[in-house]
T-cell receptor, first 109, second 114 residues
Framework: GQNIDQPTEMTATEGAIVQINCTYQTSGFNGLFWYQQHAGEAPTFLSYNVLDGLEEKGRFSSFLSRSKGYSYLLLKELQMKDSASYLCAVLDSNYQLIWGAGTKLIIKP | NAGVTQTPKFQVLKTGQSMTLQCAQDMNHEYMSWYRQDPGMGLRLIHYSVGAGITDQGEVPNGYNVSRSTTEDFPLRLLSAAPSQTSVYFC?????????????FGDGTRLSIL
């Protein structure tokens, strides 16, 4: 079966750095997405990786290793507004998105 | 700049009732989809459409119907509501799911079945 694993919850301090991991086992791979979802709101797109390596976008970076079935989202200079759930999703061989359950990130002052 | 619009935002139904969740997008996206989101689980695909007149089943289609008569609209129908269908429903659209186009989500419909 297809599976995406993320930690359920993480806590970090304002101004610090946090890394949210995502491991996947899917039938084929056509890219990996990260989305942010604030409580009670819709998911919003953060990043897309299809090749190995690090993609940087301001305070957020996303890394992919296809051979290891592994990705992480790195958030720097954490702000209180970064408190949200972070969803990892893989586009499988049929171009269907398989979603992880999400990681709830709690930022403490 | 509306994007994806879902109505209603909240709904309470009794078991056995039927209803339609509305979804409209103004971005001329070909691909539209419906998800449900339950606590502790990832988004699960109910139905999707790759263009007007074309629909297909996702991971959890039972108890739901869809139609796509226009590019803009993609309603989701609950045929006979059951408590197991209590969930948050999201409609999403994208230009093309086969390339790196992100999904644009509506604000969701919070549905409770009593």
């Amino acid at each position: 079966g297809q599976n995406i694993d993320q930690p359920t919850e993480m806590t970090a301090t304002e101004g610090a750095i946090v890394q949210i991991n995502c491991t996947y086992q899917t039938s084929g791979f056509n890219g990996l997405f990260w989305y942010q979802q604030h409580a009670g709101e819709a998911p919003t797109f953060l990043s897309y990786n299809v090749l190995d390596g690090l993609e940087e976008k301001g305070r957020f970076s996303s890394f992919l290793s296809r051979s290891k079935g592994y990705s992480y989202l790195l958030l720097k200079e954490l702000q209180m507004k970064d408190s949200a759930s972070y969803l990892c999703a893989v586009l499988d061989s049929n171009y269907q998105l398989i979603w992880g359950a999400g990681t709830k990130l709690i930022i403490k002052p | 700049n509306a994007g994806v619009t879902q109505t209603p935002k909240f709904q309470v139904l009794k078991t056995g009732q039927s209803m339609t969740l509305q979804c409209a997008q103004d971005m001329n996206h070909e691909y539209m989809s419906w998800y449900r989101q339950d606590p502790g689980m990832g988004l699960r695909l109910i139905h999707y459409s790759v263009g007007a007149g074309i629909t297909d089943q996702g991971e959890v289609p039972n108890g739901y119907n869809v139609s796509r008569s226009t590019t803009e609209d993609f309603p989701l129908r609950l045929l006979s509501a059951a408590p197991s269908q209590t969930s948050v429903y999201f409609c999403a659209s994208s230009q093309d799911p086969q390339i790196n186009q992100p999904q644009h989500f509506g604000d969701g419909t919070r549905l409770s079945i009593l």
